[in-house]
């Protein structure tokens, strides 16, 4: 009887302290990459890469993903505010929504979808085979080389991505309000320019940059740390995603309780 009611405690102990344990493991491995990046030397061809396949190659996935969400929601905020005759006020709703929230968080998951899971995979194919070991053997740092590239990369490249997806979602929605709503170009543009604000932007700006250093940190922990040949690296790459994504919608709370909850 002891056993049976003992049994379940036993669980969510293991359960509680493998969660402490890797959430110490990524935050020793966060600090570590971040200390990277302040001390030489500097690896400015990784940087690159990894920006441009971060910032350039994931702007079109980004860009529709954008475009569409401002179209759906002006014409939903449309449907839903004509029962109450406030049609006015769809541009600043469309504006604010996609520039506080929809805009940082969905290109945010959007990327962590492809670069999440590419940084997870490439690191992970390279300790399976023991290219990281190799590294080592040649005094060169795996985490200064493969992990401090890739997370600076990220924390910059996002920020841009998130503003174009802005531009382009408000774009979406001010299509949607003038071809097939009705609204007067001019009267749509300066309700939009009306409502916005400086600290909507710059909430947005910082959501980006801090789910692009998620996206990179949990990619090149999951991948740095996979084990079990191929079977292991695609474990590591679903994890890189699902964790990526989950911490992007809590961390959404989390900054927006500081920036808005006053």
């Known amino acids: 009887m002891a056993a049976i009611l003992l049994d379940p405690l036993a669980t969510i102990g293991r359960a509680t302290l ?47 993903t954008a475009v ?93 991505l998130v503003l174009v997806a802005d531009i382009l979602g408000v774009m979406g929605g001010w299509l949607i309000g003038t071809l097939k709503l009705g609204f007067v170009s001019a009267a749509y543009l300066k309700s939009t320019f009306d409502y916005l604000q400086f600290d909507d932007v710059f909430s947005g700006l910082v959501k980006a940059a801090v789910f692009g250093f998620v996206i990179a940190l949990m990619g090149t922990w999951c991948g740095y740390n996979s084990r079990g040949g191929a079977q292991g690296v695609g474990g590591a790459t679903t994890s890189a995603v699902v964790a990526s994504s989950i911490l992007i ?11 808005f909850a006053r």
């Open 249 to 259: 919608l809590a961390l959404d709370y989390v900054l927006t309780e500081i920036f």
């Open 18 to 64: 493998g969660a402490c344990r890797v959430t110490g493991s990524v935050a020793l491995f966060a600090l570590e990459a971040v200390s990277h990046l302040i001390r030489p030397p500097f690896y400015l061809r990784l940087f690159w890469r990894a920006f441009i396949e971060i910032a350039w190659f994931s702007l079109p996935v980004v860009a529709l």
């Open 68 to 160: 569409f969400t401002g179209m759906v929601l002006a014409l939903q905020s449309y449907t839903g505010f004509a029962r109450f005759n406030a049609q006015s006020t769809i541009a600043s709703v469309v504006v604010i929504s996609l520039v506080r929230e929809l805009g940082p968080v969905l290109a945010s998951l959007m990327v962590a979808g492809r670069i999440g899971a590419s940084f997870a995979a490439e690191i992970g194919t390279m300790r399976v085979t023991d290219q990281i070991d190799a590294l080592t053997t040649l005094s060169t740092n795996p985490m200064k080389y493969l992990v401090a590239p890739r997370l600076l990369a990220a924390v910059i490249a996002m920020p841009l």
